[in-house]
């Protein structure tokens, strides 16, 4: 853990910071907070494409 | 988990982020006392695409012979040093560059208590290995586009039309070998090759690029202003047009673009969390500093980035090669060339990569119509690129506005855990720092546009933005692009397949692949139709004496 923190404190990557095994496997479970951030993503993007398709001039709306 | 109290300030002196901030607004501050009449920028040594020797007939305008193949952009753009930057000639600007760039990496280097000598040396070879890269990848075969070999006058060479992308696959591709293949040497250069700390100096500068984005539109448009008015006026509006709305399609491409793609990385493809949301970013936004600032929002491991940083480059260039004739020919097609431009600038990850398709579209389309209407419709040469490059200047200036909000959203949302309270020195620890130099960079080269520059609305106005280009265009042009080559060749040296193929590699490149093609260009296109559908470009051939290719 020190390593690991020490690692993140420089930020330097180096060759021996090849492994990848971790990173790509033992994906954790999906959980409700994943949800309310990929649905309020997409909520977000509905209002600002109604706010941007009624103030872009170029837009279908004009 | 026992937990230690940080300063704020803490690794300010030692961290590869802070040393970003340092080296990319030391250099920005050099290139603003051009304002003063001071340029100490401007001997940074930048590539042209070359040739052995001109065929005849030829002109060497946007491709040279091997003698000239680089140039100090100052004697170029300088106001105040110009011949003194003419005269440093290639070698000379290449060694000055070496120099300067030592010596300021070296400084940083030896802050962070790395091995300096080791880091001298590895730099050393490094430096020059990425400028004979950058000088064999801007060879015309490489790197022209068919405008550049009609513009030179000899339109029959064949090339690979990749422009400025060659270079970097070519330092990926040279820095995978000695990666590989040159284990040993791997390792001895090992110390100086730092694709993170590179990449986020060039993100500094990218800074510098956008903040540049407005003098440079002021400045191009006083010299459209000559050619007629009509042509004036209507590239005026449009330019506002395409500024508005490639501004409101990439938030909401944003907005649609990540969700998803976090969502097929999680659910179809078993990604845990940190990897899905820097694949996310790198996909939705900016390709490989997107990866990167995500990364260090997130606190992914660095590997993650640097994997993901590989595939977008890899990615940009074959989307460069197949997006422009898919969109002129099938979708969205020269009914709505705008469209397409602004899909192109949301679609291509990297700016080199975009802005070289965006190119290619561009003559594509041109070409098209031309010859469908008989000549009857000649469009305004540049306005398709422009549009490309509009939306991914925006996507840029959301980089850091994105790693914010996701540094937060993981701190107090994902991380939390049950009954602990999460400090907000916690964000500005996670928060990426050389994002800083970013804004700074960018707003005040904005404060100097609307400010002294007066948007271009006086005539003194537009002698100090012309002052202050001579500042900006080395470091966004000539630094920003070598320390992204820096980055490329450096990520190559420290990549190892051999641990990359272990790690199911190919599975990453399968989540690129099913979400680029099936939900970030599609998105993309009808994106731009929203927003950028029946917007026209100038008829040259309409104009008495329009014509002017």
């Not at chain 2, 070496?98 to 091995?115: N, R």
């Not at chain 2, 975009?354 to 009857?376: I, N, P, T, Y």
């Not at chain 2, 005539?459 to 280009?469: H, R």
């Amino acid at each position: 853990m020190a390593e690991e923190t020490k690692k993140q404190d420089t930020g330097t990557l180096s060759g021996g910071d090849m492994d990848t095994s971790s990173v790509l496997e033992n994906a954790e479970e999906w959980e409700p907070i994943e949800t309310k951030l990929v649905v309020w993503s997409l909520v977000a993007a509905g209002f600002f494409l109604i706010i941007g398709l009624m103030l872009a001039p170029s837009s279908i709306f004009h | 988990m026992a937990k230690t109290q940080r300063a704020w300030y803490s690794g300010m002196l030692t961290t590869e982020d802070w040393w970003a901030v340092w080296l990319g607004l030391f250099f920005f501050g050099l290139g603003l006392l051009t304002l003063a009449g001071v340029d100490l920028v401007g001997w940074v040594a930048y590539p042209k695409k070359w040739v052995f020797s001109l065929p005849d007939g030829a002109i060497a305008k946007k491709i040279v012979t091997m003698d000239k193949s680089f140039y100090a952009l100052g004697g170029k753009y300088s106001q105040t040093a110009k011949d003194t930057y003419k005269a440093l000639g290639p070698i000379g600007s290449i060694l000055i560059t070496y120099l300067v760039f030592t010596v300021a990496t070296t400084i940083g280097a030896y802050f962070q208590k790395w091995d300096v000598k080791k880091y001298l040396a590895g730099w050393t070879i490094i430096f020059f290995l990425t400028y004979l890269v950058w000088f064999i990848g801007h060879h015309a075969f490489f790197s022209a586009s068919v405008v550049d070999l009609k513009k030179s006058h000899f339109p029959d060479m064949f090339t690979l039309s990749l422009g400025g992308g060659a270079s970097f696959i070519l330092a990926l591709i040279v820095g995978l070998i000695i990666g590989n293949f040159f284990k040993p040497l791997a390792n001895y250069l090992s110390t100086a090759a730092k694709p993170e700390w590179f990449i986020k100096t060039a993100i500094v500068f990218l800074g510098v690029k956008v903040g540049y984005l407005p003098i440079k539109a002021v400045l191009i448009g006083s010299k459209l202003g000559a050619k007629g008015s009509q042509i004036g006026h209507e590239m005026a509006n449009l330019t506002f047009d395409l500024f508005v709305a490639g501004a409101a399609a990439t938030i909401v491409a944003y907005l649609i673009f990540w969700p998803g793609v976090y969502t097929i990385s999680r659910l179809m493809f078993k990604l845990p969390r940190k990897t899905a949301a820097v694949l996310a970013s790198a996909i939705s936004i900016c390709g490989v500093s997107a990866a990167v600032a995500t990364g260090g929002a997130v606190r992914a491991r660095p590997i993650v980035s640097i994997m993901v940083s590989a595939l977008v480059v890899v990615y940009a260039v074959i989307e460069l090669v197949i997006l422009p004739g898919v969109f002129t020919h099938v979708w969205p097609g020269t009914s709505d060339p705008i469209v397409a431009g602004a899909a192109m600038g949301m679609a291509v990850k990297t700016d080199g990569a975009d802005a070289a398709a965006g190119e290619l579209l561009d003559e594509f389309m041109r070409q098209k119509v031309e010859k469908e209407s008989g000549g009857k419709i000649v469009w305004m040469e540049g306005v398709i690129t422009t549009s490309a490059v509009m939306t991914k200047i925006w996507i840029d200036m959301f980089i850091g506005l994105w790693a914010f909000i996701l540094a937060l959203f993981w701190v107090y949302k994902i991380e939390k855990h049950e009954g602990d309270r999460v400090p907000f020195s916690e964000v500005w620890f996670r928060f990426p720092k050389f994002v800083l130099g970013y804004f700074a960079a960018w707003f005040i080269y904005l404060g100097i546009f609307f400010g002294p520059g007066q948007a271009g609305g006086t005539p003194e106005g537009v002698s100090i933005l012309k002052a202050a280009k001579a500042g900006a265009v080395p470091v966004e042009k000539g630094f920003r692009k070598l320390f992204f080559m820096l980055t490329f060749m450096s990520l190559g040296i420290i990549t190892d397949f051999r641990k990359l193929a272990e790690a199911q590699f190919g599975k990453m490149v399968w989540v690129y692949f099913v979400a680029l093609v099936f939900y970030i260009i599609p998105v993309a296109i009808v994106i731009a139709y929203l927003f950028h559908h029946g917007m026209t470009i100038p008829n040259m051939a309409a104009i008495p004496g329009g014509v002017i290719n």
